[in-house]
């Protein structure tokens, strides 16, 4: 029998972005590793920009524009998580498609046990990074997910977590 890691070594992974709901899933994410003692982990995936071969330097403007955006929101989340928990996030940032890189870093890190994601609960449905680690990626994914509705309040966060 496999020995489970201890709290303490055990990652929740947040994936960050600029949607509505990431407050829930950071909110979830930084209470619960109070409750539990282990660590939280933050991922912002950074969408590759379209091969620019003839104007490669525009290309590289738009990644160094993209990865300053990038370390501004992660370090954002990261304020929430620690404030809200008391432990530092450790803090990772990728560049690809979002499922591929949030398989991946699940798969590179052994220490992660759970993916904590919020889902929009508007009539376009749960989001992409969801509805395709729901749908056709589900069997790619080797860690439990979390799903929030994108709603909840505070209280009712404190009271799942």
Request: negative net charge.
């Amino acid at each position: 029998m496999t020995e489970l890691p201890s709290p303490s070594t055990r990652t929740l992974l947040c994936v960050v972005d600029e949607s509505d709901e990431l407050p829930v899933a950071l909110t979830f994410a930084a209470l619960r590793s109070r409750r539990t003692g282990s660590h939280v982990g933050l991922l912002y995936v950074i969408d590759t920009p379209a091969d620019f071969q003839h104007w490669s330097a525009v290309g590289d403007l738009m990644r160094e524009e993209a990865r300053e955006h990038a370390e501004t929101v992660i370090l954002q989340a990261a304020a929430r998580v620690q404030r809200l928990s008391g432990r530092v996030p450790s803090l990772a940032i990728r560049e690809g498609d979002k499922v591929d890189e949030t398989i991946q870093a699940c798969e590179e890190d052994p220490s992660v046990a759970f993916l904590i994601l919020a889902s929009d609960t508007g009539p376009k449905g749960p989001g992409p990074l969801i509805s395709s680690l729901t749908g056709k990626s589900v069997g790619r994914l080797q860690v439990p997910v979390v799903i929030l509705p994108g709603n909840l309040s505070e209280e009712e966060i404190t009271r799942f977590a």
